[in-house]
């Protein structure tokens, strides 16, 4: 029955929302509910589909999820992340229209560009949830009015401007506390409205040399490590429970903010950054582990993999695919270097094979990477 308007000597029946940011008045005898209405958002992360995520309901603060697989015996690949890519998004209107307006993303270290275009500004958009979690549907695209920069002045091959790993300012590495910018300047359009967007992946992704760590002694390991990242150690921490409230108890932070002419944006509740944390899953195997993803990295469960020998007899149990698209098949490959052919199914549909060659009590990581 919401949002709507109505006549509270008429109406009947009972009902319920979430009222948060909605717009409500009552005026001569008539009750109006309208939808969310939102102003300034300063930088906000989201999933590729442009919506709220969040992977762990138990931590406080929204999770994404870093998948490390197995790939030595002591060390683990950042194999895949859940979501699988992600946007960072500003909603801004502060501006007058007609007037110029640069925004400023600062991206925290280790986030990079994904793809040719990565960098888009629309003249309106809609925007669902409540605040900080919330999910955008862009209105029109008006990018080819804006000029764009990135820390670094790299560009992809389609001229658009991108962040590599380690664009930096100040060259720094702090994980989630460095960070490199991007802007877009143009005119404030006639909507007062300015919406823009980066498309973002994990600049750790399919990375090796990390190592299962215990860095606050609490008899859990949920912490990873690398000794040497572009020459600086990186540390991914779990959630810490020790001391009590120190800053990793919700996991890795990454701090995200955004500028409107050099000045910081802020917005309900006068929150002027977003923050997420990332946790460590750690999937170890003997044999063959690896993840399935759709085209933007998304992990993809319901998959069932097979693993067969040079006689294409099956070597292992059939292995499902969990909910980060993750799965693993536990085999021990003896008599010097072996290719297995690895058999992805749906369902009885088989849909890709791929091979992969395993030494004497090794390990192999075989990713697939489908349209569903």
Do not use: W
């Amino acid at each position: 029955m919401y949002p709507n308007e109505i006549d509270p000597s008429s109406a009947t029946g009972s009902g319920g929302f979430d009222a948060a940011n909605y717009c409500i008045t009552y005026v001569k005898g008539k009750l109006t509910i309208l939808p969310p209405q939102f102003d300034t958002i300063p930088s906000n992360m989201t999933n590729s589909s442009l919506m709220c995520f969040d992977t762990d309901a138990n931590l406080p603060g929204r999770q994404f999820n870093l998948i490390h697989q197995q790939d030595s015996a002591n060390g683990y690949v950042v194999n895949s992340t859940n979501p699988g890519q992600f946007y960072d998004n500003i909603l801004y209107t502060e501006g007058v229209p007609g007037s110029m307006v640069t925004l400023t993303f600062r991206v925290p270290y280790p986030f990079i560009t994904q793809g040719a275009n990565p960098i888009h500004v629309y003249s309106g958009v809609s925007v669902t949830g409540t605040f900080p979690c919330v999910g955008f549907t862009p209105g029109t695209d008006i990018s080819s009015g804006f000029t764009m920069t990135a820390t670094g002045g790299h560009h992809t091959t389609s001229g658009s401007p991108a962040l590599y790993l380690g664009d930096t300012v100040g060259n720094g590495r702090l994980i989630g506390t460095s960070y490199g910018e991007v802007t877009v300047t143009g005119t404030m359009p006639a909507s007062g409205v300015m919406y823009a967007n980066i498309h973002l992946d994990f600049g750790f992704k399919r990375m090796s040399g990390f190592n299962r760590a215990d860095l606050d002694s609490d008899g859990v390991a949920t912490d990873s490590s690398n000794p040497n990242i572009l020459g600086a150690p990186a540390v991914l921490h779990g959630p810490e429970t020790n001391p009590g409230g120190n800053p990793y108890t919700s996991g890795q932070p990454y701090h995200l903010s955004g500028y409107a002419n050099n000045v910081l944006l802020c917005g309900p509740g006068n929150v002027c950054e977003d923050i997420i944390y990332s946790v460590n899953l750690f999937k170890k195997s003997v044999g063959v582990a690896g993840t399935v993803t759709d085209q933007l990295d998304n992990g993809l469960p319901g998959y069932t993999l097979k693993m067969f020998n040079s006689s294409n007899v099956q070597v292992g149990a059939n292995a499902p695919t969990d909910g980060d698209g993750a799965y693993y098949i536990n085999y021990k490959s003896v008599g010097g270097n072996q290719t297995y052919t690895v058999k992805l199914y749906l369902g009885t549909v088989e849909v890709a094979t791929k091979t992969v060659t395993i030494k004497s009590n090794g390990f192999g990581v075989v990713n697939f990477q489908i349209t569903p």
